[in-house]
């Protein structure tokens, strides 16, 4: 009896050992992939590859990025694993161009994963890749001209007037307040009255359903945020064990409230220039072909706009996916930008007021009015939201994905279709070389001198090319405005719970502050 248990026993262990062994050497084969090519490439973790701290949520993802893009200052490129897939960090300001511009035929998807049939929203046009992108991005780019966004400036002087009687009586007693919150409910007002053509009333009720929905999408959890990095780095996995990434009652409600507007303009007939009438028209005419004529402001590439014939069906969740990533886009960066400034300002006083006088100044050339053409006559404003940007860019890294085979120029390193090519966003912003000193918040880095010293691909809060940010005109108006009129009215200084050094939330794919930006607000001094 004993025998048979030690042969038994035996029998196991060796199975165990080669099971361990051929895992091991697996791992290895993998792992060895950059080796292969020549590529100098950081050390990955068994099976996490260069994102364990990511993945255990020990690091957001902006220090995660700054980490890879310190580790080989001297190299153009660096290879990465992201589980176990090979991905690479590109360094060189010259191939970030080649990627972003040059030669965007070859990088035109971002490499997201995702099914519209468990996520209805899914289908917008960050996700979209082809033509499919290629046709919608064509038809709403008309919507974020300069002519158009100016026509809605308006409505978000309407909002800003709220925001400023909502924070009155707290500047009278010099409250302190959770900045982040205050300039989120702001946004939605904007976006909400922009894009929807409704009154979210964000600012005066905090039950607003547009508010409570914006709260479910960014609200941070450990398991959130371990699913959203999951789907980044194992899309297999997540095929197999799908996981709805939004809550189902945010889903109905952006299916529900963009079928209900559209429903009543049409019956209606009530016509406005804003997003959601752009999105009727689509829908009225039905399909859109993709050998129509490409406007020459969407910069696409030409060289890969085939004469194949590509339909486009605007069915209602297609169209509330657009509503959903506008909304969501707006609400989220415009207010991390505004509560990020806020904290700047309020740690950096004579920026404050060298601000102030700027706005101050300059209403007095426009009768004592926010119009849109004294925002736009404010250097110092501009700079002082471009510095905001570098530090706190709205996502630390930017992604394309390989969409036919690549040679990176000047070598004989071939990325194969559906790599991942990671352009580290927060790295370039605080690499000292294009921005000396980058840890102070200095608006003259973007003076004239300065940015004339300073190659463009350096600076991508927004991204480049033809798959940059479509919202960026919209989203910096609405942030200059706010700023205009928060500092023409408040003062803002930090407080007991003003977070110093701020640590950054590693449960949250954007950049967000872990514990909110509290200042204090006082009255300005007259």
């Known amino acids: 009896m004993g025998l048979v248990f030690a042969a038994s026993f035996l029998e196991w262990l060796s199975i165990f050992i080669i099971v361990c062994t051929s895992i091991w050497y697996y791992f290895k084969l993998k792992y060895s992939f950059w080796k292969t090519k ?22 957001s993802t902006t220090e995660m990025t700054k980490e890879l893009y310190d580790a080989f200052p001297e190299e153009r490129f660096v290879g990465l694993f992201e589980g176990m897939k090979p991905m690479i960090l590109i360094r060189d300001l010259e191939l970030i161009k080649h990627v972003m511009v040059k030669d965007f035929s070859y990088f035109q998807d971002r490499g ?6 468990i996520e209805p929203l899914s289908a917008h046009l960050f996700n979209l890749t082809g033509k499919r992108w290629r046709s919608l991005r064509t038809r709403l780019t008309p919507t974020f001209t300069s002519g158009k966004i100016k026509m809605m400036y308006h409505l978000m002087t309407e909002c800003a007037h709220q925001l400023k009687e909502y924070l009155e009586r707290s500047a009278q007693n010099g409250e302190m307040l959770e900045m982040k919150e205050v300039m989120a409910k702001f946004t939605t007002d904007v976006i909400g009255l922009c894009a929807f053509g409704l009154q979210s009333n964000a600012i005066n009720n905090s039950d607003s359903e547009f508010h409570r929905m914006a709260r479910q999408v960014f609200c941070s959890s450990p398991l959130k945020g371990v699913v959203a990095v999951l789907q980044i780095a194992f899309p297999s996995l997540m095929k197999i064990f799908p996981i709805k990434h939004l809550p189902a009652v945010v889903s109905k409600f952006f299916l529900r409230t963009v079928k209900e507007v559209m429903e009543y303009r049409e019956k209606n007939n009530v016509s406005r220039n804003d997003f959601m009438q752009l999105l009727i028209e689509l829908k009225n005419k039905g399909r859109v072909h993709d050998d129509e004529p490409v406007k020459s402001e969407d910069k696409l590439d030409r060289t890969s706009h085939k004469e194949s014939e590509t339909n486009v069906e605007f069915t209602d969740n297609l169209l509330a996916s657009q509503a959903f990533i506008f909304f969501v886009a707006g609400f989220e960066t415009s207010s991390t930008a505004l509560s990020f400034c806020l904290y700047e300002l309020a740690l950096n006083p004579e920026v404050q007021e060298r601000l102030r006088d700027e706005i101050d100044s300059t209403l007095e050339k426009y009768e004592g009015k926010i119009t849109y053409d004294a925002i736009q006559s404010m250097s110092y404003l501009d700079k002082v939201v471009a510095e905001t940007l570098r530090k706190y860019p709205p996502l630390p890294s930017l992604f394309r994905a390989v969409t036919k085979p690549y040679v990176i120029p000047g070598t004989s390193v071939r990325l194969h279709v559906g790599m991942k090519v990671m352009i580290p966003v ?22 004239d001198d300065s940015r004339a010293r300073r190659p463009h691909n350096a600076y991508l809060p927004f991204g480049d090319g033809p798959r940059n940010c479509i919202g960026m005109r919209f989203g910096l108006l609405q942030a200059k405005l706010g700023l205009c009129v928060l500092l023409s009215n408040f003062k803002f200084s930090v407080c007991d719970k003003t977070q110093l050094p701020i640590k950054l939330d590693p449960k949250i794919m954007v950049m967000a502050s872990e514990s909110g930006i509290w200042l204090r607000i006082n009255k300005r001094d007259m």
């Open 426 to 447: 927060c790295g370039l912003h605080y690499d000292p070389q294009y921005f000396p000193e980058p840890e102070i918040f200095n608006p003259e880095n973007f003076s």
């Open 38 to 59: 020549g590529v100098r490439f950081i050390t990955p973790a068994i099976p996490f590859g260069n994102i364990k701290d990511m993945i255990l949520l020990r690091k």
């Open 112 to 117: 997201l994963v995702s099914s519209e049939e």
